[in-house]
């Protein structure tokens, strides 16, 4: 089989994880779900991943893959530092709007890396990785001088927390608040917090 179709045989079963562990979460999926949700046989999926945990584990890394291609076009076709950061927000607050199981899932990723040690690794370095893009805007922003000179670790940080706080609205429905309001609202705050006057 070559290797463009291996690829798409891999997306087709990683997709399938996706549904199945949004629906029922991880410790509820079975192989069969994935078989059963993916269409292919049980054979199929055993010739890529030899358990539900190596699935799980690759699923992180295609959940990244999605979205990173996106976030990091989002973000760059704007010059300065506080149009990047606004992008930022922008991007997520347009993907919570599109598909809301993309949130669900980091949920239940955040869940198991608490519990094992293989997911917490690879969620460390999927996070490390993007609050040092985090870090980068701040920095430009305060090398500029756009930005007061703020401590870009901790600010990217605080910008990292408040994104990740859209996963809230995909467990509790009934906050008061609509995302939209609450990424407008945060991201409203955050750049009159480090733009200089």
């Known amino acids: 089989m070559n290797q463009n179709k291996q690829d ?10 996706l549904s199945v562990i949004v629906k029922n979460g991880y410790e509820r999926s079975r192989m069969d ?9 049980k054979g199929a999926i055993y010739h890529y991943y030899k358990s539900k945990k ?24 704007h010059s300065t530092a506080s149009e990047q950061l606004k992008g930022l927000f922008d991007f997520f607050m347009d993907q919570f709007e599109k598909d ?14 608490g519990r094992d040690s293989d997911f917490n690794k690879k969620l460390q370095n999927v996070y490390s990785e993007f609050l040092e893009y985090i ?5 430009k922003g305060v090398d500029s001088g756009e930005f007061k000179n703020v401590n870009p670790q901790i600010t990217a940080l605080s910008i ?14 009934k906050s008061g608040v609509e995302a939209h309001e609450y990424i407008s ?7 009159s917090g480090v733009k200089k006057d």
Do not use: C, M
Request: aromatic residues 14%; negative net charge.
């Open 54 to 77: 190596e699935v799980y584990l690759s699923l992180v890394d295609h959940w990244v893959k999605n979205y990173n291609a996106g976030f990091i076009d989002n973000v760059e076709q």
């Open 135 to 139: 870090v980068r805007i701040i920095q």
């Open 160 to 173: 990292l927390i408040n994104i990740e706080g859209i996963n809230w609205f995909t467990l509790f429905e």
């Open 33 to 41: 779900d994935i078989v059963l949700s993916s269409q292919l046989s």
């Open 8 to 17: 798409k045989r891999k997306e087709q079963i990683l997709d399938a994880a």
């Open 185 to 191: 609202t945060i991201s409203e705050f955050i750049l």
């Open 100 to 113: 809301p199981n993309a949130f669900k899932i980091l949920v239940e990723f955040w869940s198991l890396s």
